[in-house]
């Protein structure tokens, strides 16, 4: 299965919105170039890995007090005007308490997560989804996590990082700028 992307002209920050509003069944993103794109669901497996990468992701959270963890129906939108939706994301207390109410609870936070996770499934473009990791980081988030589920244990790890101290070892990648988030894949 792959993505569906759709150019609509002029589609403004309200119209996607609107659009998505429309639409809660679909999974949509809009591209900084404003094209819209539609995933499918992901297959269990790949489901199945993202819900233990949530629940980690969850776990530190909770244990250090850091900041906010975010799950992939989330939208954030990022300096460059595109609207993603990380399989998983954490963004520190400082940057998302500096957002009014409105921009938290009724929009596509104007932000870049501090850190990233996506995870690739056997329907995904590895090519894709290294160039979406790049815009996360060019976009400054400071962690941006590629988990391929595709590939083996211990060869299914990598991150891009606008940071320094990320870790990969075996099946498990170490946080760097994620003050000590350590996340472990089987």
Known sequence: MDTITLTIPRLSAEGFLELCQA???????????????IMPPTFPWTGKQNF??????????????????????????????????????WVSNERWEALTETQQKEEFSPLSPDFVAELRSSSDSLKKLREKMQEYIDNGVRLAWLIDTTKKPGRNLSSRAGC???????NTIRGGCAAGVCVGLG
């Open 52 to 89: 233990g990468l949530i629940g980690q992701l969850w776990a530190w959270i909770d244990r250090t007090g850091l900041g906010y963890g975010f799950d992939s129906s989330t939208g954030f939108t990022l300096p460059n005007s595109a609207v993603r939706s990380p399989d998983a994301s």
């Open 164 to 170: 320094k101290g990320v870790g990969v070892s075996g």
């Open 23 to 37: 639409n809660q069944d679909l999974q949509l993103e809009r591209s900084a170039t404003g094209e819209v794109i």
